[in-house]
């Protein structure tokens, strides 16, 4: 299983990007997909997560505008849609695949140890 995480980049204020995780080795509509980020000299700090059904979850930070996105593009890839971005969303930011569970409630994957496996990151830098 491989996810390889793309698309980040230097914006300016209010401006948009759509991070890209590509990955091989699995099937996303059966995995929840999460973004997680990183900022510099901060925790990991969770994203969103969704479901191939188009339910997602999403931290109250970025709320409104950041969607996750499924079909959209190459097959088995995951978007992330950012805009109005902050330079507080600066950091860099990872995907994430976790097996979706039957009954299970979004509490469940907000933690990286939930997820089974990872990309590498990529940068997203907002400049003010």
């Known amino acids: 299983v491989q996810l390889q995480a793309s698309g980040g980049g230097l914006v300016q204020t209010g401006g948009s990007l759509r991070l890209s995780c590509a990955t091989s080795g699995l099937a996303v509509s059966t995995y929840i997909m999460g973004w997680f980020r990183q900022a510099p000299g901060k925790e990991p700090e969770f994203v969103g997560a969704a479901r191939w059904s188009a339910s997602a979850y999403y931290a109250d930070s970025v709320k409104g505008r950041f969607t996750i996105i499924y079909r959209d593009g190459a097959k088995n890839t995951v978007y992330l849609q950012m805009n109005s971005l902050k330079p507080e969303d600066t950091a860099v930011y990872f995907c994430?695949?976790?097996?979706?569970?039957?009954?299970?409630?979004?509490?469940?994957?907000?933690?990286?140890?939930?997820?089974?496996?990872w990309g590498q990151g990529t940068l997203v830098t907002v400049s003010s």
């Open positions: 994430a695949a976790a097996r979706s569970h039957v009954g299970s409630s979004w509490s469940s994957y907000l933690k990286g140890d939930s997820y089974d496996h």
